[in-house]
Structures are given as C-alpha cells and as structure tokens.
C-alpha cells in the first residue's frame, strides 16, 4: 500500500468522480484509476461501484476511508514530529557548539556575564 494511492482514493470519496479527483490530485484520470484499482486489489475488495460516469462508495470502501483517514492523520503527525525533533537536534548541535567555542555570552538586565566555557581546550 503506498501513499499516494491512498490519497487518491480519498479524493476519489470526497468528490465521487475520478476525472475531479485527478484533477485535484494533480496526476492523469487512468493514473488515479490503476492506483484505486491497485489499493482495491492489495486490500481484497472493491472500494467503489462504477456505474457510467458515477461512482459511489461501497460498505466496504466506507470501512476502509475512514481507517485510510487515520493513517494519512498519523502520517502527518509523524512528519511534524521528525521535523521538530531536527529541529531541536539542530538547535542542541548549536548550543553544543557555542558551549565548546569558549565564546562567552551575557544576559542582559542585572544578571552577571555567563561563561560557558566548559574546561575543555
């Protein structure tokens, strides 16, 4: 199961027509088909029943949105966490570095200066 078969699928349910759902998901109508077909064939059923221009989501595919939700929720929140964690790594390698330099900071307002010096030369 990849990504962006998910993400088709869910636009897929959210404007139930496979041409809008392409168009919003920036890839061609027969990409976004084999990538629903695709994710119908790895989870064992049909996501949708296909009548003309019409498609409508079935019991199964109602299942399936709402788990397929979560795991683009879950995905997300993941992604924030690895971005914020960098950062803060990239912030600590920082402070790491200016503690070690030997540059002494000072505080404003009535707080003495502040070395940082750590006794390693």
């Given amino acids: 199961m990849e990504m962006h078969e998910i993400k088709y699928f869910l636009a897929a349910c959210r404007t139930l027509n496979f041409h809008r759902a392409a168009e919003l998901s920036h890839v061609s109508q027969p990409a976004l088909t084999r990538a629903v077909q695709k994710l119908e064939a790895e989870l ?4 949708f029943h296909r ?16 788990h397929l939700e979560q795991v683009l929720r879950q995905t997300d929140t993941a992604k924030v966490a690895a971005q914020g964690f960098l950062k803060l790594e990239a912030a600590s390698a920082a402070i ?10 000072q505080r ?14």
């Fill in 44 to 47: 064992g059923g049909h996501l």
């Fill in 108 to 121: 404003c307002g009535n707080v003495r200066p502040l070395s940082l010096r750590t006794g390693l030369h």
């Fill in 51 to 66: 009548e003309h221009n019409q498609i409508r989501v079935t019991d199964f595919g109602r299942l399936m949105r709402s």
């Fill in 96 to 105: 790491f570095a200016v503690m070690h330099s030997g540059v002494r900071v």
